[in-house]
């Protein structure tokens, strides 16, 4: 059972939707297939995350019996469907700004350049840099997926 803070919820920020659908799985698309033939090229992208959203997501990989890869990947494209809009707390730098996340834990994986291309085209956008994109990625994606099903979660 992980315990959410108050600080975490106030980070989060968001209401449950039981509407919602569960995620299922993604058909074998072209893209796939040439990913799984190893013709797309990958380069690792190293970012951090705040200590909560890290444990949060390290919980949900191993629910959801998922690699980090997998749920990087998912976050990611769950995100360039959305909104693609970066929460104002995370594009704050100033670390003595109290509404600042600090974010010390860092988080490492493989994306195919596509991905990287996408997580800095959202970055120019809103001018911010890539890490913040990823952050906020990875925290919506956590949303989601607690708003789906809250299972081992404890809201204090």
Known sequence: IIFISNRLKRLLGVV????????????????????????????????YLSQEVYDIMNFLVEREEMKKVV?????????????????????????????Y???NKMVTVELDEEQREQLLVVAREN????????????????????AEDPTGLTIE
Do not use: W
């Open 127 to 146: 001018g911010c840099n890539q890490s913040q994109v990823f952050f906020q990625c990875i925290l919506n994606y956590c949303l989601k997926l607690i």
């Open 16 to 47: 449950h939707d039981p509407l919602r659908k569960k995620h299922e799985g993604s058909p074998m698309t072209p893209k796939r297939r040439q990913c799984m033939s190893g013709k797309r090229k990958n380069r690792l992208l190293s970012s």
């Open 71 to 99: 749920f990087v990947k998912r976050a990611i494209r769950d995100f360039m469907q959305g909104e693609r809009k970066i929460d104002e707390r995370v594009l704050i730098t100033a670390r003595t700004d109290p509404m």
């Open 101 to 103: 996340i600090e974010r």
